[in-house]
Structures are given as structure tokens and as C-alpha cells.
């Protein structure tokens, strides 16, 4: 028998929790001290079903860091070492933010709604707490909470029709990364055309507990007949997408770098942010290992549940953090962290996974673009 995951307060239910387990969802990850779903009927199903059609997914998890007051600009520019000056006030970023030895802390998307407002939605770890400390040792302006709102996301090609139908065609007008309010149960919700996979969709930044339920009924009604189904981050879907997943791919071990997001870093721009010497010093230099994708041998794969050693004859060259077999592609594909010596396209190389030692090759990401 599988283990299963004990449930206490500490690891928090979501609005959309009952729906979810009504949905027959299979099984969960923590995130952020809160369930995420990771598999509805199977991984294979559940992406086959994504890649057609249209899902709703609860990622309550991607918890919201607001930050309001004079200082809140400065204060994000203060941990990321992307430039936001000119982010516009309807736009989102995604953002490495880094400590002071440029180690990444999370990999979140920044929601700007003003200069004054901003929201952090964050990847898994307790960012707050970085943050928060910052703004009290600068004696800054601003507030810092966790507010109550959970987002909902909406990914598949047929997305957009769901989202017309609920909202009005207004809402298939809204660019990538790009957020606007919409009126619901009597309440304002951001809606951003965003989300953790590369079908296509929406979040919608659900505000307040209460609505959670009235908005899940009213998506699963209207999109009755285009098939919409309870879903989650495909685990298979991402990877050939090369989204990261920060704890797994990338950790504070990492420079942004390293977890190949080096478009996202100026650190030799004028702007002030915490760990701009030690960036600016890689930026230079190079990494030395970096973000790959890799095509494993063989016709399945289990789950990486701690990272695989990559060698070259008997040395360790790297590591596999994410793997799974890709339908659509015919092959096991992965993402790893591989030394500069052996990180060429083309690259063959060794995994060491539970089944034994298999040959890999390097590849860019993401697999299918
Ligand atoms: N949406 C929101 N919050 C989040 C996530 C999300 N917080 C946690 C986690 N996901 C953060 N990680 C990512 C990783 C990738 C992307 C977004 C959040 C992403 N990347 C696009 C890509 O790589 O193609 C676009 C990046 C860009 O060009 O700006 O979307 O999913 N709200």
C-alpha cells in the first residue's frame, strides 16, 4: 500500500477542497503549507485531457505576498534582479528573487496593480519572511500580508470559450500576462491570462474564501459541454514546457543563472537590488552548471523522488530533478542540472534511476515549444 498524507489544520484546505475531492482527485502534493492536487485520473489522462480541452484547476497555493505603501516598489525591486521600471500597472512578471549571494529564494510572478500595490505570487517557500525582515531592518513604508485570496486556474485550448461564456468575450481580449478585474458573486477578482502550463488559459486571483465554491459551480456549468474537467500542473505537461519547479529544479542552492532564467537578471543595471555583486560577478563569468533538458532511454520512467545522479564513465557530471514519459513525443524527457564541461545539445550522458543506469542525451528547453 501507498502511504498516505496525514491532514491536520497545518496543512491547509483550500475554498475549493470539497470540489476537489467530489472531483475524485487521486493524490497530493504540499505547497506552501497547503494541498495541491497532482493527479485527477492518471498523469497520462489528465495531460491528454489538458492538451485538448479545458481544466480548472485549484492553485490556492500560489499564495499571494501583498505589499502596499510608499516603499513597496522599491522594496520588490530590492529582491529580484529583474528590472521593473517599467512595469505597467495591468502587468505581471515573472520574477527570480534572489539573496545576497544570489542564491534563488523562489520563482515568483510579481502582480503589479499600482506602484503603491503589488501582489507576490509566490512558488514554495516562505518568502514573506525574507521580505518582511528586509522592510523592518530599512524602516520602510509599507504593509505586508498574506491576503485572503486563492487562485483558480483555467488552462486548455478551449479556455478561452469557458472564460466567454462565463465573463463575456471582453476577457479573450486580455494579453499574456496582462490582468484585469472582473465582477463575481459581488466582488471585484484580477483575472490574469497566465498560469503553469503552456495550453493556454487564465488565473483568476479569487477574492475571498467565500466565493470559492460559486465561481468552481459556475465554470463547471457553463462549460458542461466543452468537456471541462476538475485538474492540476501536469507533472508531464511542464516539463516538456521546461516550467520549473522551484525546490525540485532549483533551490537556494542555485543562481537564476544556473536555473537558466538569466533573460530575467540586469544586474548591471542601475537598479538596487540585494545579491547584484554576486550576479554581476556570474554574469561575467558564466555558471557552471545549468538547466538542461534531457531525453532519458527507455519507454517509462517512475517518479524522481530525490535527484538522479548524471555521470560521464564514473564521474557525477549532474542531476536529474524532474522526469516522465512524454506521449507525445515518444520519450522520457526530463530537466537536470548539468555541469558546463557536459551541458552541449547533443550530449550523451548517464542516469543513474531506480531501474539502473540508462543512457541520456542533452537538449534545450522546452521540449515542444
Ligand atoms: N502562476 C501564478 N503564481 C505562481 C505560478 C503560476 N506561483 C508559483 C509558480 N507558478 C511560480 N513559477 C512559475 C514558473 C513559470 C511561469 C510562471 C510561474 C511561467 N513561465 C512562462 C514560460 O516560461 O514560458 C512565461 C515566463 C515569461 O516569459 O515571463 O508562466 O503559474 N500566478
Not at 94 to 99: C, G, K, L
Not at 176 to 192: D, E, M, P, S, T
Not at 299 to 311: D, F, L, M, N, Y
Request: charged share 25%.
Amino acid at each position: 500500500m501507498q502511504p498516505i498524507l496525514s491532514i491536520s489544520p497545518r496543512i491547509r484546505s483550500t475554498p475549493f477542497t470539497e470540489r476537489v475531492k467530489a472531483a475524485g482527485v487521486k493524490a497530493y502534493t504540499v505547497y506552501n503549507h497547503m494541498l495541491l492536487p497532482t493527479v485527477f485520473n492518471s498523469l497520462e489522462e489528465d495531460y491528454h485531457h489538458l492538451k485538448k480541452n479545458v481544466q480548472v484547476w485549484d492553485v490556492s497555493v500560489e499564495r499571494q505576498i501583498e505589499i502596499q505603501g510608499p516603499d513597496s516598489q522599491t522594496l520588490i525591486q530590492m529582491i529580484t534582479p529583474r528590472d521593473l521600471s517599467k512595469m505597467r500597472d495591468d502587468q505581471c512578471y515573472y520574477i527570480p528573487v534572489v539573496d545576497d549571494s544570489g542564491g534563488m529564494l523562489n520563482d515568483p510572478v510579481a502582480v503589479k496593480h499600482s506602484q503603491n500595490k503589488w501582489w507576490i505570487s509566490i512558488a514554495d517557500s516562505d518568502l514573506i519572511y525574507w521580505i518582511k525582515g528586509i522592510a523592518v531592518a530599512k524602516n520602510m513604508n509599507v504593509t505586508i500580508i498574506e491576503p485572503d485570496i486563492n487562485p483558480l486556474a483555467i488552462q486548455g485550448p478551449k479556455a478561452d470559450e469557458l472564460m466567454r461564456r462565463v465573463f463575456g468575450d471582453e476577457i479573450t481580449s486580455l494579453k499574456f500576462f496582462r490582468h484585469k478585474k472582473i465582477h463575481f458573486n459581488g466582488k471585484y477578482h484580477l483575472v490574469a491570462r497566465s498560469g503553469y502550463s503552456k495550453q493556454g488559459g487564465y488565473e483568476i486571483y479569487t477574492n475571498g474564501f467565500k466565493s470559492g465554491e460559486a465561481l468552481w459551480d459556475r465554470l463547471f456549468e457553463a462549460g458542461q459541454n466543452l468537456n471541462v474537467k476538475a485538474g492540476c500542473p501536469n507533472l508531464i505537461e511542464r516539463i516538456e514546457g521546461g516550467l520549473l519547479s522551484y525546490g525540485n529544479d532549483m533551490t537556494q542552492k542555485n543562481s537564476p543563472y544556473e536555473a537558466g532564467l538569466g533573460k530575467f537578471c540586469s544586474p548591471n543595471s542601475s537598479i538596487d537590488f540585494i545579491g547584484a555583486e554576486a550576479l554581476k560577478k556570474q554574469s561575467i563569468e558564466g555558471p557552471t552548471k545549468q538547466i538542461r533538458g534531457l531525453f532519458i532511454d527507455g519507454k517509462s520512467i517512475s517518479a524522481c523522488t530525490k535527484p538522479w545522479h548524471v555521470t560521464h564513465g564514473d564521474k557525477k557530471v549532474g542531476q536529474v530533478t524532474s522526469a516522465a514519459w512524454s506521449p507525445d513525443l515518444s520519450k522520457v524527457v526530463a530537466i537536470g542540472m548539468i555541469d558546463r564541461e557536459y551541458w552541449s545539445i547533443g550530449n550523451e550522458l548517464e542516469v543513474i534511476c531506480p531501474s539502473g543506469k540508462r543512457t541520456a542525451k542533452i537538449t534545450q528547453l522546452p521540449f515542444i515549444k
